[in-house]
């Protein structure tokens, strides 16, 4: 490959410094299969072999030759370099701000409009399948997938399915490549007919992680009215997501007890479960019954409310009993939305529900592991006597470990600092929204708090009111940080002197964070900014994924241009920091 692109022009200065680039990360790769004990002397890889076994890589070289004409001459490396230089899909830059976060649900609503339409794709790390129709073109369909299949089969960790006709089973029984899928999701009362005989068709599936987004208890059941449980449970699973309605759910208990108790990990319950479980006590009896087979439950819900907060969580957070060996932990999401038809009573709002008690209360608090605590723009101007709860709630969660917060919803500087102090000294993990007027100070004050932070996120901060360089001398052990930077004519000057970048070090890093990961991204930059990052991007050696610098234009979670910087040790640092904030 590396003798095809030597015949490019000389005189294309460009082509030759990207070209560099790979070949210096190729030297990496080489030096790592040299070093590694697994191999022996005798044993060794061409560069096609080494460039195909890893998709990153070749994206990096596509991304590096953007001309049609510089892709034809280096086509014929391998077969899937072969594919990815006419893909339509590597136009854009294998990392995109947009569809970065690692892909947990493929949304069915564009092919729904064609209910025969058959689906067989690999999207990231996921395939993605709806075969519904019987005709003798799907099977056809199959067969020309089959191959791309296989080849992608050990980057292959997730398997979605919308439907699987049963007369297409077969194909799935001699298509041997889900030895590495971790997670297998159900989205649709269609998908049960495949849920009762994907596991038994496929032997070599056996994932630790099963999704399933909505059941028709009537179609799994037999004439018996009952089915071989564990032919949709097989003993490789471990973790348990339901994302539907308990109603759906309800008829599990009636398996409960052919399960072994404290045979699954975890359960996961998300919103839409707990508002039918909290609306019907028929359901609660049934998920204490059904609890016993799992070592622990998670279940996340959302308050979406004016006032009466404390109210509103406490009676959420005491209705739900589980088995006595299992552990129960709650994810709570609190939306603070102003209502002006509502009137703020100082002797009700905030008070504890009469028919609760204290020990009710704490051991629920209690349970809290993660809170989300957010507002909407209308939530100023409240009234003379509000008085913000949270720095009490706060307090007696005692084993919060996750926080989002935005400091708009403290209302007050005194409600912000008492909220910090009180914070647990096990949280690991803080993300702070609307901080326009945060500075220094309140960071060592919430350092003081809690010493133990790993991940922390900033969104829209001041670069004159916090110094990057001091962020990880005020958080001792921290591993993640990422900042969103409000629009500042400094705000170049902040990165670059943390890098220690400039033109003496011919816009080279010189200096390397010591954290895992570093996101830094910057609102409405100016030409010279991204002028000056992309040169910094070309001149610092780095392997592939681990220094990233990308522009975006109104991208959807921040409505205008934003310039993006990610450092990180390891390509596998963001997933791990957007499943903490997704």
């Not at 004519?489 to 902040?494: G, M």
């Amino acid at each position: 490959m590396f003798d095809a692109c030597n015949n490019y022009n000389k005189e294309e200065t460009s082509i030759t410094m990207k070209e560099n680039v790979i070949n210096d990360t190729y030297s990496e790769f080489d030096e790592t299969i040299e070093n590694n004990s697994d191999f022996t002397e005798s044993f060794t890889l061409t560069p096609a072999e080494i460039i195909g076994r890893s998709s990153d890589l070749m994206s990096l070289i596509i991304k590096m030759l953007p001309k049609s004409k510089d892709r034809k001459n280096i086509k014929a490396t391998c077969r899937s370099f072969y594919h990815l230089c006419f893909s339509k899909n590597n136009i854009m830059p294998f990392f995109k701000f947009k569809d970065r976060k690692p892909i947990k649900k493929f949304f069915w609503s564009s092919v729904q409009k064609n209910s025969s339409k058959s689906i067989f794709e690999i999207l990231g790390d996921t395939l993605v399948v709806s075969m519904a129709s019987k005709h003798w073109s799907t099977l056809k369909f199959l067969e020309n997938r089959k191959e791309m299949v296989t080849s992608n089969a050990l980057y292959i960790k997730n398997l979605e399915i919308d439907t699987i006709d049963p007369v297409h089973m077969k194909y799935f029984e001699e298509l041997n490549c889900f030895n590495s899928v971790e997670c297998v999701t159900f989205d649709s009362e269609n998908s049960m007919d495949a849920a009762l005989n994907i596991f038994y068709s496929c032997p070599t599936l056996r994932p630790h992680t099963i999704k399933i987004s909505s059941l028709n208890h009537k179609r799994t059941l037999d004439e018996s009215g009952l089915f071989d449980i564990a032919r949709m449970f097989p003993t490789s699973i471990k973790h348990v997501y339901f994302d539907c309605d308990f109603a759906e759910l309800y008829w599990l208990d009636s398996f409960a007890y052919r399960i072994p108790a404290k045979h699954f990990e975890t359960l996961h319950l998300n919103n839409l479960s707990f508002i039918s479980l909290r609306s019907n006590p028929v359901f609660l009896r049934k998920l204490s019954n059904i609890s016993k087979c799992f070592k622990k439950i998670e279940i996340s819900f959302i308050i979406l409310t004016t006032y009466k907060v404390v109210r509103n969580l406490i009676n959420s957070l005491s209705i739900i009993n589980v088995h006595r060996d299992t552990s129960l932990s709650f994810d709570v999401s609190i939306d603070l939305r102003k209502d002006n038809s509502e009137h703020f009573d100082p002797n009700t709002s905030e008070t504890i529900p009469d028919n609760v008690s204290m020990d009710t209360i704490n051991s629920s608090l209690l349970r809290v592991n993660k809170l989300h605590l957010k507002c909407d723009n209308r939530w100023v101007n409240l009234p003379s006597e509000y008085v913000s709860p949270f720095p009490v709630l706060v307090q007696k969660m005692k084993s919060l470990t996750t926080l989002e917060l935005s400091v708009k919803a403290l209302v007050s500087e005194e409600s912000f600092k008492n909220t910090f102090r009180n914070l647990p000294n096990t949280l690991l993990n803080i993300k702070l929204l609307d901080c326009t007027n945060l500075k220094e100070s309140s960071l060592e004050l919430l350092a003081a708090s809690c010493k133990n932070i790993y991940y922390l996120s900033l969104d829209g901060v001041k670069c004159t009111y916090i110094s990057l360089k001091k962020i990880p001398i005020i958080f001792k052990n921290l591993k993640g940080f990422s900042v969103i930077y409000m629009t500042h004519y400094k705000n170049l000057e902040v990165v670059t002197s943390f890098l220690e970048v400039n033109k003496k070090t011919n816009y080279k890093i010189s200096k390397w964070p010591e954290l895992d990961f570093l996101q830094i991204i910057m609102k409405k930059p100016k030409n010279r900014d991204k002028m000056i990052f992309e040169r910094i991007e070309k001149m610092t050696p780095r392997r592939c994924g681990r220094f990233l610098v990308e522009c975006h234009c109104e991208n959807y979670k921040i409505n205008c241009e934003v310039l993006e910087i990610i450092i990180q040790k390891s390509t596998t640092c963001y997933e791990t920091f957007t499943e903490l904030f997704p």
